[in-house]
């Protein structure tokens, strides 16, 4: 079997071939890209967003001869996949995007199973902390709301994490992101994930 220190080296040199990861220069030579995809004759994309499929058309259209495949997977199974396929040997994807971005950074880009690319046009348009350690495609965000008639102190949540039981109904669906219910029991309980792990809190 060949060793770690033997796989890390053909992994660096294809890096190295192929100008990424470390070996990124910042300059991108298009015609020779799309010559090397119309050799291997597909492009596949494992992607959280339903959205790209909408894509497939034009770009065969603009890139006669590549047949892009997308796999709609949602978050979890991209990631599920994409580490299920590298550890039996399989390399079919071509691009990843997903959310979910604290096990994509740990388990994906820190074990080397992918590697951050920003198209060299974009590089002076996206900011430094939105394309390192990994790009961001999409920029979300999460609103919580109130009763203020029922609440006239102000905000009855302190803590995004905290007890459901005592809150207003539409703080609770705002937070059901954040929170889920205690699979042993009908009750609502106050369930977080923090740092990648699921933790029962005690009342508030």
């Given at each position: ?11 660096d ?24 995809a ?24 603009l ?7 997308v796999y ?10 994409t ?5 039996a ?64 102190n ?19 669906w ?26 029962r809190?005690?009342?508030?």
């Amino acid at each position: 079997m060949a060793s770690a220190q033997d796989a890390s080296s053909k992994l660096d040199a294809w890096l190295m071939e192929n100008a990424l990861g470390p070996h990124a220069t910042g300059q991108e030579n298009w015609e020779g890209i799309v010559a090397a995809a119309k050799e291997e004759g597909e492009v596949s994309v494992y992607t959280a967003s339903g959205r790209i499929a909408k894509l497939v058309d034009h770009f065969q259209a603009l890139y006669p001869g590549i047949t892009l495949t997308v796999y709609d997977l949602g978050s979890v199974k991209t990631i599920e996949k994409t580490v299920r396929e590298q550890d039996a040997g399989i390399f079919t994807a071509d691009v990843v995007t997903t959310g979910n971005s604290g096990q994509v950074i740990h388990e994906l880009l820190g074990k080397h199973r992918i590697f951050n690319y920003v198209p060299a046009h974009f590089v002076d348009r996206i900011p430094l902390e939105n394309r390192e350690p990994l790009l961001i495609r999409v920029n979300e965000a999460m609103t919580f709301f109130y009763n203020a008639e029922s609440n006239p102190n102000g905000s009855p949540i302190s803590n995004v994490c905290g007890n459901l039981r005592k809150r207003n109904i539409g703080v609770a669906w705002a937070l059901k992101t954040l929170c889920r219910q205690d699979p042993h029991s009908w009750d609502w309980q106050p369930w977080c994930k923090i740092q990648n792990k699921w933790l029962r809190l005690t009342n508030a």
